[in-house]
Each structure stands twice: as structure tokens, then as C-alpha cells.
């Protein structure tokens, strides 16, 4: 490791990863940032190809970073670079710049009685984050994302997933693609909808089954509703109609894993 510590924000590698903070640069140069020793290490152990590595000395030390791969691209920078780099607190002193991968529909392998969850029109990075923590914890074989600008790469999606991004199988496509593929590999398709509905926890989901969450302002389109195999609905017991997003799809996730290992 050779690199002179970096101390200018003006520096012009300084520039360009601050640069990748804006959704227009993500897409043009098709990478994005990753903080954290844990989540980098995690992306690492997922396939994701880096770029510069930046570290700052005072809050890690380099023999921490020989793991994750080529030397000459760890760069030192000073504390107050880092600090004006670092997009969250306690990032542990490293930022890590990595190729964005595709996420195609057709690249995912259902498993033998997959359970999948799909995702139309998210609204929140911080949401899609909370989700696919959820998606990894219960095993999900797959979160499809229905909205052709989601980023899956927003900083917030990649800090509030703690590295979940990089463990759960993901694809990026329209609503009518999606069913198309749900019914080609014969996944049961449940919408989560306010109207004609069962409630979530009288469906049997021990056969492949897909839960389709819309937005909390507009829930889900007549698309999805109408080539459901049965609405289902999270009785509410309040004022309120429905919950954050992420909280529902963690209901009917862990239901259905509850039901099938019953089942078993």
C-alpha cells in the first residue's frame, strides 16, 4: 500500500465518490457506495467487484482491509475526509466503492416451493432496506422489485439493509412480467389488498406462494389484483387501516414459514 493519505476534499478521487451520492451518477457510471467493514465483507462473499477502497487510519487499521482483495486500491484519507464521505455514523472507517450488478428476472431459480416477495412501486429506500433485512432473515427466495426506477443502489437501501442487499436474491422488473413468471413456475400469487379479502393467517401458503405488497398511499394496481390467487389482509384493530410496509411483509413472510414448518 503506497497511497499518500489523502487530506483535500478537492482531491479528484474524493470528488468522484462523493459524486456517486447522486442517483444520475449511479446510473451513469454504474457504481455505487458501500460503508462498513461487515456489509463490504458481505458484498465481497456475494461476487460484487470493487473499485478504490478509502479508509481512515485513525478508525481502522490496514491489516483489517487485506481480506477484501487488492492493496494498491485501499486509499488512507484523513478523518475529516472521511467524515465528509461516510453518509452514516459509525460506518467503522472504510467506504468502499463497488460495481452495480443486474438484476434480471429471468436470472432468478425458484427452488422447489419457493416463497417470494414482491414489491410494486416501493417508496422508501429506507423501506426496501427494512424489507430485505426481512427477506433474508426468513429465507426468502427472492424479492422482485415492480418499478422501473428503483435503485437498488441508493445509500439509504444499502445502510438500512445492513448488507442484506448482497444476500437475498433480487430482480427488477414490470408488474405483468412478473405474473407472467409467478404463473410460468406455478407460484401462487397472494396480493395484500383492503377489499375482498381473507384474513393473512387463514390461507394455507405451505404450496410456492408470492406475497405482493403495494404502497401504504395507493396500495396495489388492478393488475395485481385481478390475477390474484386470494387477497389477504392484516386485520387492523385501531384507527388505522394498514402499517408501515416493511411490518406487514414480515407478518405474512414469517406466517408462512411458520405454517410450513408445521406442515413438515
Not at 474524493?14 to 465483507?41: D, H, N, T, Y
Not at 429506507?126 to 443502489?153: E, K, M, Q, S, W
Request: proline share 6%.
Amino acid at each position: 500500500m503506497d497511497h499518500f493519505t489523502i487530506t483535500s476534499l478537492q482531491n479528484p478521487k474524493v470528488k468522484s465518490l462523493l459524486a456517486l451520492e447522486k442517483p444520475r451518477e449511479r446510473r451513469k457510471q454504474q457504481l455505487f457506495l458501500i460503508e462498513g467493514l461487515r456489509e463490504i465483507g458481505m458484498a465481497a462473499a456475494a461476487g460484487y467487484e470493487f473499485g478504490n477502497l478509502f479508509f481512515c487510519p485513525e478508525l481502522i487499521t490496514p491489516d483489517r482491509l487485506r481480506p477484501l482483495g487488492d492493496e494498491r486500491l485501499m486509499i488512507p484519507v484523513s478523518r475529516e475526509v472521511f467524515e465528509k464521505i461516510a453518509i452514516r455514523e459509525n460506518s467503522g472507517g472504510v467506504v468502499a466503492v463497488a460495481k452495480q450488478k443486474v438484476h434480471r428476472l429471468e436470472d432468478l431459480v425458484p427452488g422447489p416451493n419457493p416463497l417470494i416477495l414482491v414489491l410494486e412501486a416501493v417508496e422508501k429506500p429506507g423501506n426496501l432496506g427494512a424489507i430485505l433485512r426481512t427477506a433474508d432473515a426468513a429465507g426468502v427466495d427472492a424479492v422482485i422489485i415492480c418499478d422501473p426506477h428503483t435503485d437498488f443502489y441508493n445509500p439509504n437501501v444499502v445502510r438500512s439493509s445492513i448488507g442484506c442487499l448482497f444476500t437475498v436474491p433480487l430482480a427488477a422488473a414490470s408488474s405483468a412480467d412478473t405474473i407472467a413468471w409467478l404463473e410460468q413456475h406455478g407460484i401462487a400469487i397472494y396480493c395484500t389488498y383492503l377489499k375482498a379479502s381473507k384474513p393473512y393467517d387463514e390461507v394455507n401458503y405451505s404450496q410456492p406462494s408470492a406475497f405482493i405488497m403495494g404502497t401504504e398511499a395507493t396500495g396495489l394496481s388492478d393488475e395485481w389484483v385481478q390475477r390474484s390467487s386470494q387477497n389477504i389482509i392484516i386485520p387492523m384493530r385501531g384507527r388505522i387501516d394498514s402499517m408501515n410496509v416493511s411490518n406487514a411483509a414480515a407478518i405474512v413472510i414469517f406466517e408462512a414459514l411458520r405454517q410450513r414448518k408445521k406442515a413438515s
